[in-house]
């Protein structure tokens, strides 16, 4: 059964870069049937996505994050990672990796989920 | 980008009865809808793709319906476990985006 487990810091200083990475078991980040997608949570926005990546490096970027974002994979890890650079409080957020099925080439839906972690922007 | 409009906001249904989620989009998706459950302190958990193709194991009163920009969440006799959060999502245009949700509570 696949899963992914979020980790980083909980806590970031403004203006600083938020980093995040994503462990993926039971299965492989190289498969060529999925992205892999990062996705947000606040109470404010609701939920947001951010971006996904394909184990060749190919990505998709939200544009209005596009300037701040990095989304790296290391498949001898198994894993892939967020970087959001120039973070204010409105990042502070819930934030979620998951895989993003592609169906026709397309990525589509996002299943599982990882259980998510907080992260707030405070100095 | 396309703006999802869930309504209502928050639904109260009793258990066993059925409860109907709506989901507008500002401009036409096809069928290229998923449909998620948050409860609280998880994450959310896929339940149907192309608007109405239920994911493995989503138990059979879950139904979804709709194309183009209007579509619909069905849970034909809510059980406990389904009193939840429900969010929809459209993947046919980038940014791919969320609605802001229908809180499905227990009258």
């Known amino acids: 059964q696949l899963q992914l487990q979020e980790s980083g810091p909980g806590l970031v200083k403004p203006s600083e870069t938020l980093s995040l990475s994503c462990t993926v078991s039971?299965?492989?980040?190289?498969?060529?049937?999925?992205?892999w997608g990062w996705i947000r949570q606040t109470p404010g926005k609701g939920l947001e996505w951010i971006g996904s990546i394909y184990y060749s490096g190919s990505t998709y970027y939200n544009p209005s994050l596009k300037s701040r974002v990095t989304i790296s994979v290391d498949t001898s890890k198994n894993q892939f990672s967020l970087k959001l650079s120039s973070v204010t409080a409105t990042d502070t957020a819930v934030y979620y990796c998951?895989?993003?099925?592609?169906?026709?080439?397309?990525?589509?839906?996002?299943?599982?989920w990882g259980q998510g972690t907080l992260v707030t922007v405070s100095s | 980008d396309i703006v999802m409009t869930q309504s209502p906001a928050i639904l109260s249904v009793s258990p066993g009865e059925r409860a109907t989620l709506s989901c507008r989009a500002s401009q036409s998706v096809s069928s290229n809808l998923a449909w998620y459950q948050q409860k609280p302190g998880q994450a959310p958990r896929f339940l149907i793709y192309?608007?109405?193709l239920r994911a493995t194991g989503v138990p059979g009163r879950f139904s979804g319906s709709g194309s183009g920009t209007e579509f619909t969440l069905t849970i034909s006799s809510l059980q406990s476990e389904d009193f939840a959060v429900y969010y929809c999502q459209q993947y046919k245009n980038w940014p791919q985006t969320f609605g802001q949700g229908t809180k499905l509570e227990i009258k």
């Open positions: 192309g608007a109405s």
């Open positions: 998951a895989r993003h099925v592609l169906l026709d080439w397309i990525p589509t839906y996002l299943d599982p």
């Open positions: 039971g299965g492989s980040v190289s498969s060529s049937s999925f992205y």
